[in-house]
């Protein structure tokens, strides 16, 4: 095997993209001082991930959710794997990732969406109460996401942080994509900032 071309530039920049937001969401959570920086943060977050479905769908062939998505006997199987420190490589993401990566899309755009509601005192205290909690389970989505990464890393040689900002992760010179998608990034970026000011405003 090879380094080849794996990640798109969408899902890269849609990767970083959240994880800035929603760390910057977090610590901006309880001011009212930086209130309009959380709002901007969480309509990031929210952007990415609704950019992030149709993605899943018409994207290069690693986007897909069909090339991931696999049914609970997969993760099962992927599960035991790391239990014995020998999981089964894929070029992708693994089915354990796959799942954590539509719990998180999930998370990301009910999050941005009762927070949005809050924003404009839509719904009082319950869907106040209710963002805070998405928010929270999807803190520990993101932790159990990044143990999932770290040992992934460790136990297939190869930095899988890094493949997120390169592209290039190990395979067979057949199993590359062709292109990085260039465009389709410049229309995310373009998305983000455009439902950022939408939301803010």
Request: glycine share 14%; aromatic share 10%.
């Amino acid at each position: 095997m090879q380094k080849i071309l794996v990640w798109d530039w969408p899902v890269r920049l849609g990767h970083w993209l959240m994880v800035g937001g929603f760390i910057l969401a977090w610590l901006t959570s309880e001011s009212e001082t930086f209130r309009l920086l959380h709002v901007i943060s969480g309509a990031t977050v929210l952007a990415v991930a609704t950019f992030r479905l149709p993605w899943g769908f018409i994207g290069s062939r690693y986007a897909r959710f069909v090339d991931f998505v696999r049914g609970p006997r997969a993760v099962k199987n992927y599960a035991a794997g790391l239990l014995k420190l020998e999981p089964a490589h894929h070029v992708g993401h693994n089915p354990a990732g796959g799942w954590a990566i539509l719990l998180l899309l999930g998370l990301g755009i009910l999050t941005g969406l009762s927070g949005w509601a809050n924003y404009n005192d839509i719904g009082g205290g319950f869907l106040e109460e209710l963002h805070e909690g998405l928010a929270v389970t999807m803190l520990t989505v993101v932790f159990i996401h990044i143990a999932g990464v770290l040992s992934g890393s460790l136990m297939h040689g190869e930095n899988l942080v890094r493949a997120m900002l390169n592209g290039r992760k190990q395979g067979m010179p057949g199993e590359a994509i062709r292109s990085a998608r260039p465009l389709a990034g410049a229309v995310l970026l373009a998305w983000v900032a455009v439902a950022g000011w939408w939301i803010a405003t």
